[in-house]
């Protein structure tokens, strides 16, 4: 789904913005950014903005378990470049980019920022672009906007740059996330009002952007970036069809064998609930259909509760780990960096970081009335966190078949902390992965049969990856 990974990114800063527990701030009184507009900046004194730029340092050096993942991140030296650069920074506005900048540098997409929105002396085109295979796709335009490119249209350059060197460029430093593919939608879909997208620039500015429609031809236009000074309504203006699930539970028939099953969400019990409740009249199907493109998780638990009506066996869920800090150790593998003896050589790991808590979740139990049907679950970039615990457990069912896209490629347990002016972040602290060790953050779960969706897929308003599903169910009878 193109929306998908869009959404569940809006649903993870979401929680970031509003926790029940409050989050680690700071000691002592700040302005809040989210006040600030071009004509009223907020100024932050020197000591609070170091004290922002540090308090990220410092989580990620004690709890960061992806380093490995960033081989050639220096961690120091990006700290460095960020405590100046935001001593510079004469706005909140500023500053924000700073932060978002040197976080983007751990490449996780359970660690992140809530900036406010208070973007200003910036704008943008008002179309909006979606990845489709990694291509940037239009996706929305206004009304009567741009009457020469229709939707679906693959976006090749701006002002004379190629678009992907804009991304690499312009708007990649910006996105924290696991996977590749993840990133590159991000990058692509953007997020203007906290600064940052590939259509951004000065207020009022031309843009020409070089387009190649579907049917193959190029075209060029030249358009204002004036998103926030015009009336263009773009939400209520042309958008590609998303043929995809819906952002509710859903249950049908689609023949007398064949049953499909929506969850979209394992954030409360409700689609567990549901399920539960239709349960005892999936007995007479052969395979049930689980959607879970649009679950961008919640609580694992919720997925344990559906998939043990398919628990043939026992099934075992993530393995993961934590680092663990014992002072003493640390000072001691620092001794052995200095000065060596054999004594204090067993502790130089703990000196580099690479000491670990290690668990794994729960088995669900062996069901001697699990359902007979085999399972089908569709996914892809939209399908994370707790969903993706729930294909762990599920890929040791022998007869579940896994369709669509990899997955969003991104879990973990996240410290929550809140910085000057207010700006509410999260950092994984915990790393998740199959039990026999296999990662799965930063690639995403791959499908056992990968369905992509096209321009022509998403013009047709054609499901391809439901459609695929059924066929492998009704070849299997």
């Known amino acids: 789904m193109l929306n998908a990974a869009v959404a569940v990114l809006a649903t993870l800063q979401a929680q970031a913005d509003h926790q029940i527990h409050p989050p680690l701030a700071p000691p002592f009184d700040t302005a809040d950014c989210a006040t600030e507009t071009a004509e009223s900046p907020v100024v932050l004194s020197s000591a609070e903005k170091a004290f922002g730029v540090s308090q990220i340092w410092s989580l990620a050096h004690q709890h960061f378990p992806f380093f490995d993942q960033v081989p050639d991140l220096d961690w120091d030296a990006q700290y460095a470049t960020a405590l100046t650069e935001s001593l510079a920074a004469e706005t909140c506005f500023e500053y924000g980019l700073v932060l978002q900048r040197f976080i983007a540098h751990l490449d996780d997409g359970h660690t992140g920022l809530a900036v406010p929105s208070i973007a200003h002396d910036i704008d943008y085109v008002p179309i909006d672009l979606r990845s489709v295979s990694g291509k940037p796709v239009l996706y929305g335009k206004p009304k009567d906007y741009l009457p020469r490119v229709p939707l679906g249209s693959e976006l090749l350059s701006i002002d004379g740059r190629d678009i992907n060197d804009i991304l690499e460029k312009d708007v990649y430093p910006y996105v924290a996330q696991s996977a590749e593919h993840v990133r590159r939608a991000r990058a692509i879909n953007g997020f203007e ?3 940052w997208g590939p259509l951004v620039g000065e207020p009022g500015s031309m843009a020409k952007l ?3 429609t579907p ?3 190029r075209v ?3 358009v204002k970036r004036d998103a926030n000074q015009s009336d263009h309504d773009l939400r209520g203006g042309d958008w590609m069809t998303d043929s995809g699930p819906s952002s509710n539970f859903e249950y049908r028939w689609i023949d ?5 099953v929506n969850l979209p969400s394992f954030a409360s019990s409700s689609a567990a609930d549901q399920f539960e409740e239709i349960a005892g009249e999936l007995t007479k199907a052969k395979h049930v259909i689980v959607d879970l493109r649009s679950n961008g998780g919640g609580s694992t638990g919720n997925g344990v509760r559906v998939l ?3 628990a043939e066996r026992e099934l075992q869920g993530s393995a993961w780990r934590t680092r663990q800090t014992n002072s003493a150790h640390v000072a001691w593998g620092h ?4 000065y060596g003896g054999s004594y204090f050589e067993k502790f ?3 000196y580099r970081g690479n000491v670990w808590l290690e668990g794994q979740f729960s088995p669900i139990r062996e069901n001697p009335d699990a359902l007979s049907a085999k399972l089908i679950v569709l996914i892809g970039p939209g399908t994370a966190s707790a969903a993706e615990d729930f294909l762990v457990y599920a890929d040791g069912l022998p007869s579940a078949t896994v369709v669509g896209q990899p997955t969003f490629g991104s879990t973990g347990q996240p410290i929550l902390f809140e910085l000057p002016g207010k700006i509410r972040g999260r950092l994984v602290t915990k790393r998740d992965s199959y039990p026999d060790g296999r990662d799965f953050v930063g690639y995403g779960i791959q499908p056992d049969v990968q369905v992509d969706e096209t321009v022509d897929s998403l013009l047709s308003e054609t499901d391809i990856v439901l459609d695929r599903a059924i066929e492998i169910a009704r070849a299997d009878r």
């Open 335 to 338: 001794s052995f960096e200095l």
């Open 210 to 212: 070089r387009f190649r």
């Open 215 to 217: 049917e193959g031809k």
């Open 348 to 350: 130089v790991d703990a």
């Open 220 to 222: 060029t236009v030249r």
């Open 193 to 195: 009002s906290i600064g």
């Open 308 to 310: 043990r009506y398919f």
């Open 256 to 260: 007398d064998e064949l049953a499909y």
